[in-house]
């Protein structure tokens, strides 16, 4: 098992600039890809981005590509979202999950979840 918890949500206006993390804890000497997901109220959760768990590949939504950066510090078995040029459309809560399996946008592969972090974009 694998804790993961959100931080650094907050309310920005548009173009601003946040940066989420996801800190881990629990079983983390097993390798783990990490992905952030976000869920709009009344819409589906939708992939953001995800990292290995060597920090060498990543995927993008390509709504975020550009500005979103995903990175990890492994020592501090924790994984960041860099989100600069913010949209109103970026308003959403903000999750991390693990996944076990390849990289990958689909969020049935991830298997553990955190609680999630509001991100509010005013416009």
């Known amino acids: 098992q694998v804790q993961l918890v959100e931080s650094g949500g907050g309310l920005v206006q548009a173009g601003g600039s946040l940066r989420l993390s996801c800190a881990a804890s629990?079983?983390?000497?097993?390798?783990?890809?990490i992905g952030w997901f976000r869920q709009a109220p009344g819409k589906e959760r939708e992939f953001v981005a995800a990292?290995?768990?060597?920090?060498?590949?990543?995927l993008y939504a390509g709504s975020v590509k550009g500005r979103f950066t995903i990175s990890g510090d492994n020592a501090k078995n924790t994984v960041y979202l860099r989100m600069n040029s913010l949209k109103a459309e970026d308003t959403a809560v903000y999750y991390c999950a693990a996944s076990l399996g390849r990289l990958s946008t689909n969020r049935s592969t991830y298997n553990y979840w955190g609680l999630g972090t509001q991100v509010t974009v005013s416009s």
């Open positions: 629990g079983r983390t000497f097993i390798t783990y890809n």
């Open positions: 990292i290995d768990w060597s920090g060498t590949s990543t």
